[in-house]
């Protein structure tokens, strides 16, 4: 080929003609609102996920109404509170919801079935090119004797995000919100027993590239699955979080990457700094970016501190969405909100780049305040101590030792709406089956 014969005709000082990556994801994105806004996700004329953009005779949209139910025969005890695996393994519910996807027919019947091993050929697309993603979400036991999930629109959303972001297919997220609900309406009853007010359950859609050919493109199958899994309470260890910073040669995400997205191509290979961090005493690294050393994030929850400005202000700051470095969080993004609505006459809450050097500035003038990582799992966790090349930053931890009186009080809020303390639309109750 000649060199003309690449270049496109309308490319200018050396710029792309378009950007691949954006006009992708927005195509797809456009497509599914609009096969939404149309047929409120019902209609098998709408978007089969493959964004070509042609609607499609029998190319199925996921429909959670369609669900089937194959109850097990071998139910399992709940183990008392606190145990959560058994040799290393996860403990995972009664049954799990699965969903196969096809470029050639759209989404197949939901089915709630007995949870269990998957089958794929050692050829699946996930296995070799990281064609996976995957959401968080825990399910609540109120103290009024209630089950609630926490924002699940948030995490559906985010859900597909992803799953376009690694061509993956699209679908209503309406639709992954009841099939969360129809899982829990199972299996919360049993494992979410109503004398255990204030425990929960850890909620994990996942999505994965099945196709088995291992040529390098889009997967044409797709499964989809729902698991519900024990977890421990990791949101207030002894003496508070301590951080460690992450190594100067390596990064979690860059701008450009896909650090916003809840892919696992960006969880294994953070594995070796925290696995040596913990090695050291510490909980989880904190992600620090470029040669200015911005905070991103702590482990996978978003990172928060507490600050006198050198004006003498209060603020609240964590890092902005805006360069897509971070995970955009529900909890990060509930915090925020409640902490705008709720303590704007006392704190200014802010989204901007700051980096470990105002950190340490602040810590050596006395006006660091408090510091926590939100999360799903870790929900709001103080933390105490960030080590950072040979020093270490105290972060104070409140009267109690059990975090300082912000963190204590935005928690405690959030505590309030999860477990149905107080009445909040962020707060959905399942419809359980008796
Ligand atoms: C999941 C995750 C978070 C937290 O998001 P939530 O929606 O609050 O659970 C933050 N950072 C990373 C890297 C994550 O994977």
């Given at each position: 080929?000649?060199?003309?014969a ?72 709940v183990?008392?509170p ?10 995972s ?10 470029a050639?027919?759209g ?28 959401e ?10 209630k ?37 829990m ?72 990457g ?18 040596e ?8 690294i ?13 482990g ?25 470095l ?29 980096t ?79």
């Amino acid at each position: 080929m000649s060199p003309s014969a690449v270049v496109p005709s309308t490319v200018h000082d050396g710029e792309q003609d378009v950007n691949l990556t954006a006009s992708a994801i927005d195509h797809r994105l456009t497509e599914n609102d609009q096969s939404n806004g149309s047929t409120n996700g019902q209609n098998a004329l709408s978007s089969n996920g493959q964004g070509n953009g042609v609607a499609q005779p029998n190319v199925q949209e996921l429909n959670a109404s369609n669900i089937t139910y194959t109850f097990t025969k071998e139910p399992r005890d709940v183990p008392p509170p606190g145990v959560h695996s058994i040799d290393g393994s996860t403990i995972s519910t009664d049954h799990m919801i699965t969903v196969a996807w096809s470029a050639k027919s759209g989404w197949g019947t939901p089915e709630l079935k007995p949870y269990g091993p998957l089958s794929l050929m050692p050829t699946a697309s996930v296995l070799h090119y990281a064609t996976e993603c995957f959401e968080g979400l825990k399910a609540y036991r109120g103290f009024d004797g209630k089950l609630r999930l926490f924002r699940p629109d948030c995490n559906a959303e985010r859900f597909l995000m992803s799953s376009v972001r690694i061509s993956l297919p699209s679908f209503p997220p309406a639709e992954v919100e009841k099939l969360l609900l129809a899982l829990m309406a199972v299996d919360g009853p049993k494992w979410l027993p109503r004398d255990r007010p204030g425990s929960f359950i850890y909620l994990r859609p996942t999505l994965i590239g099945t196709q088995s050919q291992l040529g390098v493109q889009a997967p044409a199958e797709a499964l989809l699955y729902i698991i519900a899994t024990l977890m421990p309470v990791m949101d207030s260890p002894v003496g508070g979080m301590k951080l460690h910073t992450s190594p100067d040669d390596m990064v979690r995400a860059w701008v450009g990457g896909f650090g916003y997205a809840k892919v696992g191509a960006n969880y294994g290979p953070s594995l070796l700094a925290t696995q040596e961090a913990r090695a050291r005493g510490f909980g989880q690294i904190l992600w620090l970016y470029g040669s200015e050393g911005y905070c991103t994030e702590a482990g996978a929850s978003n990172f928060f501190v507490l600050w006198k400005t050198k004006e003498g202000k209060t603020q609240l700051i964590t890092a902005p969405l805006d360069d897509r470095l971070i995970l955009p969080g529900v909890t990060r993004r509930s915090v925020l909100q409640l902490a705008r609505e709720r303590l704007s006459d006392e704190i200014e809450v802010v989204e901007r780049r700051y980096t470990i050097k105002e950190v340490l500035e602040a810590s050596s003038e006395g006006r660091l305040l408090e510091s926590f990582a939100a999360g799903t799992a870790f929900f709001v966790c103080p933390v105490s101590l960030i080590h950072h090349r040979e020093q270490d930053i105290q972060i104070p931890m409140g009267k109690a030792g059990e975090g300082g009186p912000y963190t204590l009080k935005l928690k405690g809020w959030l505590k309030d709406i999860m477990y149905g303390n107080v009445d909040h639309p962020w707060g959905i109750v399942v419809q359980e089956e008796h």
